[in-house]
């Protein structure tokens, strides 16, 4: 074989190997990419988050800056005042759902009357919070998300810049503050109206005397799991404000822009929630805080 055929012969197997290669490649790249997106995407909401931080302290703690009580007044009426009723809703047909569902595995045991001392627990800790959460992510994180991905795409937040207003101070701050604080409020509101709905159907339906479950939850309830479920709730806020407002400042390509971002942001609240969630479950287990 004369080297004219040994060059022919090489460049065959090595045209025959890059495809090879590259089909085997293809997925590490699309995961690559895909974390990548991920790390960037989180890196630039955590620096929204330290940047809406020194605002607010820089407004909280200074006299050069100043926040707008009227404009955390409005965005709290908005996002928490008109969430109450949903949230009670929501969480009230949770609780109704607790009960019903505790009552046959517990009566195998003799202990029906132990619902109130579950439900007190798992409503405190984990889902007075969370559906409070969830609901004011559909509620609010999406209308927040549209509302700033719509003033990028009208350019008003290029408006503001030309008059020297930075838009973190006065359009992500009041928000996040208003989702901390209603979050924080609508957390205790969707506990207490889910142990209230489980007493009831407790009491009037699977006849458990009134006295006998209040004592169970006062005796298994303590401060401890209810201050764990409004920390819980007020993280959950803060991360709900500051992904609708990343998303919302992110908004590229118009309406349907604007429709990303408000699909992402409920996406994203949902995920970051139960992490958290998991998180710090995970802490307050090992510090026995339970």
Not at 23 to 30: E, H, K, Q, S, T
Not at 94 to 121: E, W
Not at 209 to 238: H, I, S
Request: glycine fraction near 10%; include cysteine; aromatic fraction near 8%.
């Amino acid at each position: 074989m004369d080297r004219t055929e040994t060059n022919q012969t090489g460049d065959t197997d090595a045209g025959q190997i890059r495809p090879l290669v590259a089909v085997l490649l293809f997925p590490i790249a699309v995961i690559g990419r895909r974390v990548m997106g991920i790390l960037e995407h989180t890196g630039s909401v955590t620096y929204l988050l330290f940047d809406a931080v020194r605002w607010f302290c820089r407004a909280a703690f200074g006299r050069k800056y100043r926040l707008g009580k009227s404009a955390i007044v409005s965005q709290i009426i908005r996002v928490g005042t008109q969430s109450v009723l949903i949230v009670a809703i929501v969480s009230g047909a949770v609780g109704l759902i607790l009960a019903l569902q505790l009552a046959p595995p517990l009566d195998a045991f003799g202990q029906r009357d132990k619902i109130a001392n579950i439900i007190a627990v798992a409503v405190l800790r984990e889902l007075g919070p969370l559906i409070g959460a969830i609901v004011l992510t559909g509620f609010a994180g999406a209308s927040i998300a549209a509302e700033i991905g719509t003033m990028v795409v009208s350019e008003e937040i290029e408006a503001l810049e030309a008059h020297a207003l930075n838009p973190v101070r006065f359009l992500v701050v009041p928000r996040v503050l208003a989702s901390l604080i209603s979050m924080t409020c609508l957390g205790v509101i969707s506990s207490f109206v889910a142990i209230v709905a489980a007493l009831l159907i407790a009491v009037t339906m699977l006849g458990i005397p009134y006295e006998t479950y209040m004592n169970n939850m006062l005796q298994q309830a303590k401060l401890v799991d209810f201050w764990t479920g409004v920390f819980k709730g007020g993280v959950f806020g803060t991360l709900i404000g500051i992904i609708a407002c990343a998303n919302g400042l992110k908004v590229t390509g118009g309406a349907a822009g604007v429709g990303r971002a408000t699909t992402y942001t409920v996406v994203e609240c949902v995920v970051a929630i139960v992490i958290a969630d998991l998180i710090f479950t995970a802490i307050f287990f090992a510090l026995k805080l339970f």
